[in-house]
């Protein structure tokens, strides 16, 4: 793998609404990972999951 170039948490400010509203638009449940493999964010749906 090559470098990373950096991250988007610069960009996540300015698009945590935008995001947040489409997460909870979708009826399935969706998650993200950070390089971890820990879930860092998620959908109303995804919370609803057994």
């Known amino acids: 793998m090559g470098k990373r170039q ?3 948490k610069e960009k996540w ?3 945590a609404p935008r995001a947040r509203a489409i997460l909870d638009s979708i009826g399935d449940g969706v ?4 390089l971890d493999w820990r879930a860092s964010t998620f ?4 919370e609803q999951t057994p």
Do not use: R
């Open 43 to 46: 959908n109303h749906a995804a």
């Open 6 to 8: 950096g991250t988007d």
């Open 31 to 34: 998650f993200t990972v950070d």
């Open 13 to 15: 400010p300015l698009e």
